[in-house]
């Protein structure tokens, strides 16, 4: 019995953990749902993004789909990306995103 509430109570704490961290780099990287706001963008890629959606039961959706989005903004953020947009929805922990470039640096007129 000790041991089916350990590993019950293990599962537990796992599944409100956050797995995946942003990256500084990543933390530039904005994350949109509007098709509206990438219309004047760039894009440079696509990114599929995968996390544990399951740990002895279901983990709760919306930690999933923060996850998925941190990865794909630091995925993103190598690709010199600056705007993230989901294309597809959750299915089994995956999830697909289109990579943008919204904002370019302007260049530094030199004298």
Not at 51 to 56: E, N
Request: charged share 20%; aromatic share 6%.
């Amino acid at each position: 019995m000790k041991k089916t509430l350990t590993i019950i109570c293990s599962a537990f704490i796992l599944s409100s953990c956050a797995w995946v961290k942003v990256t500084s780099q990543g933390e530039s990287v904005r994350l949109v749902h509007s098709a509206k706001a990438v219309e004047l963008c760039k894009k440079v890629g696509r990114v599929n993004a995968k996390v544990a959606s399951h740990v002895i039961f279901n983990r709760n959706a919306d930690k999933v789909a923060g996850e998925l989005a941190d990865l794909a903004r630091n995925e993103a953020a190598l690709m010199n990306g600056d705007t993230i947009i989901p294309i597809s929805e959750i299915i089994d922990g995956r999830r697909s995103f289109s990579v943008y470039q919204c904002f370019q640096q302007q260049p530094i007129n030199q004298r």
